[in-house]
């Protein structure tokens, strides 16, 4: 498998890891904190994926100084009116002798299909608990939600890709890739083509699109399955003359872009559906 594409975009960033090393010989004695440092424990948690229409999430809050208890407070706020409350009252609570409180988040009248973040801020007054030594406290956390659908069978599809294949111009294919619809919408889906067509060393990865009333389909914007270190790509705003659809009947000629890191490549792909 290999890829031969044209570069499109500006340079892929380089990462240069640092090693650290550490000193045995010159351990102090045990620090032990006298603030509060009342912190969220990332700044950002990974996407929450649901096909509820309501859910709560426990956000986890840490403080440094156990003795006593101690209530925390806090805001939320969010673009997506009518979805995020809290039934804490911007209020947090922890145990005696406890290190960890939870804020109970209530993401409701959730839509299939769409995404939710709500952002959680301490109040200025748990802020400046903050432990001036160990300097560790996040402030604010982003929890973000994917509404997502009730997938059902759709039928399969033959897979041709003409990215990564050894023969250029047949491309490489696969039968039978299963396709799914979110039930009740004109989402599709087809599940783990890259996987099924070059094996296990493939991340599990799906391609979104939507459909039309006259059978025309189009990738849904944004970021679908990744091969390697490039990831299927569609824009058809600011990129609409490099990704687009064609098809006659059921067979479909993709084009699309590859983006790895911040390069951009000329993607493409076919695929006959076998409703």
Same mark, same amino acid.
């Given at each position: ?5 044209? /570069? ?7 990462? %240069? ?17 006298? $603030? ?9 948690? &990974?996407? #929450?994926?649901? &096909?509820?229409?309501?859910? !709560? ?26 979805? $995020? ?17 939870? =804020? ?36 604010? !956390? =982003?929890?973000? =939600? *994917? ?9 399969? %599809?033959? $897979?041709?890709?003409?990215? $990564? ?24 889906? =087809?599940?783990?083509?890259?996987? !099924? ?19 025309? #389909? ?5 970021? *679908? %399955? ?16 490099? %990704? ?6 059921? *067979?479909?000629?993709?084009? *699309?872009? /590859?983006?790895?890191?911040?390069? /951009? ?11």
């Amino acid at each position: 498998m290999n890829i031969k594409k044209y /570069l499109f975009g500006v340079m892929a960033i380089a990462l %240069c890891g640092l090693m650290t090393s550490c000193d045995t010989d010159n351990i102090g004695a045990k620090y032990n904190p006298s $603030f509060q440092n009342v912190s969220f424990e990332v700044e950002k948690a &990974s996407t #929450i994926t649901t &096909s509820e229409t309501t859910i !709560t999430v426990p956000v986890r809050v840490t403080r440094s100084l156990t003795s006593g208890s101690y209530t925390a407070n806090y805001t939320l706020t969010s673009e997506n009116e009518g979805v $995020f409350s809290s039934p804490d009252n911007g209020a947090v609570t922890f145990a005696e002798g406890s290190g960890v409180a939870y =804020i109970n988040l209530v993401a409701s009248n959730l839509e299939k299909g769409k995404d939710y973040s709500c952002k959680i801020t301490l109040s200025e007054k748990d802020i400046a608990t903050a432990d001036t030594i160990t300097k560790t406290q996040v402030t604010e !956390t =982003i929890i973000s =939600i *994917h509404a997502d659908y009730n997938w059902v069978a759709a039928g399969t %599809c033959k $897979f041709i890709d003409f990215n $990564f294949a050894d023969d250029e111009e047949n491309g490489e294919a696969v039968d039978g890739v299963k396709i799914e619809n979110g039930e009740g919408s004109n989402v599709y889906r =087809i599940i783990d083509p890259y996987r !099924t067509l070059y094996g296990s060393s493939v991340a599990a990865g799906n391609i979104t699109f939507t459909q039309n009333a006259d059978g025309s #389909i189009q990738l849904t914007n944004g970021r *679908h %399955c990744t091969v390697g270190s490039y990831t299927i790509y569609s824009d058809n705003v600011d990129y609409g003359a490099y %990704c687009y659809v064609e098809n006659v009947g059921n *067979h479909y000629a993709v084009n *699309h872009l /590859l983006l790895a890191g911040t390069s /951009l490549y000329i993607g493409y792909f076919e695929f006959i559906w076998n409703k």
